[in-house]
């Protein structure tokens, strides 16, 4: 099976529909489609594939991972510190879980891959991320807790 690289997915020729994509579609695809698809296993699954795509993506600053998170329209972050191995990412408007109703379950685990992918660019360091708040639990924004090691 080949691999492919960012830019050649990125070379979109729609003259008529553009590149944008109704936020449904994806949502279809990724809460109903991969979570039926791949079971039990979704939440590591999707995990590892953000974390595969941030690094892909990659950001060299606090700044860049930002604007990359933005950007790419997966949401609005907020970066908070800790201390040298903890940082905390709110993220609002999240493109999976915003607006969701309360289901009692998390499942932005692509999201937290992606965070913790770009992270480990920022900090040169691994990243774990949990989430720890979502839509889906009744907060207005997804939370993020990233330990780096
Ligand atoms: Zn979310």
Same mark, same amino acid.
């Given at each position: 099976?080949?691999? $492919?690289?960012?830019?050649?997915?990125?070379?979109?020729?729609?003259?008529?529909? =553009?590149?944008?994509?109704?936020?449904?579609?994806?949502?279809?695809?990724? %809460?109903?489609?991969?979570?039926?698809?791949?079971?039990?296993?979704?939440?590591?699954?999707?995990?590892?594939?953000?974390?595969? %795509?941030?690094?892909? !993506?990659?950001?060299?600053?606090?700044?860049?991972?930002?604007?990359?998170?933005?950007?790419?329209?997966?949401?609005?972050?907020? %970066?908070?510190?800790?201390?040298?191995?903890?940082? !905390?990412?709110?993220?609002?408007?999240?493109?999976?879980?915003?607006?969701?109703? $309360?289901?009692?379950?998390?499942?932005?685990?692509?999201?937290?891959?992606? !965070?913790?992918?770009?992270?480990? =660019?920022?900090?040169?360091?691994?990243?774990?991320?949990?989430?720890?708040?979502?839509?889906?639990?009744?907060?207005?924004?997804?939370?993020?807790? !990233?330990?780096?090691?």
């Amino acid at each position: 099976m080949k691999e $492919y690289s960012i830019e050649e997915v990125s070379h979109i020729v729609r003259p008529k529909l =553009g590149e944008d994509i109704p936020l449904t579609l994806y949502r279809i695809l990724r %809460v109903i489609g991969m979570r039926n698809i791949l079971g039990e296993t979704s939440g590591a699954t999707l995990y590892m594939m953000g974390k595969q %795509v941030g690094t892909m !993506i990659g950001a060299k600053d606090l700044g860049e991972f930002e604007g990359k998170i933005k950007e790419l329209k997966v949401g609005i972050p907020e %970066v908070q510190v800790i201390d040298e191995d903890h940082v !905390i990412v709110k993220l609002y408007e999240c493109i999976t879980c915003a607006g969701f109703v $309360y289901t009692g379950e998390m499942f932005c685990d692509m999201e937290s891959g992606i !965070i913790a992918g770009l992270l480990e =660019g920022v900090f040169k360091k691994k990243a774990k991320s949990t989430q720890t708040k979502s839509w889906s639990l009744g907060y207005n924004y997804c939370e993020f807790e !990233i330990i780096l090691y």
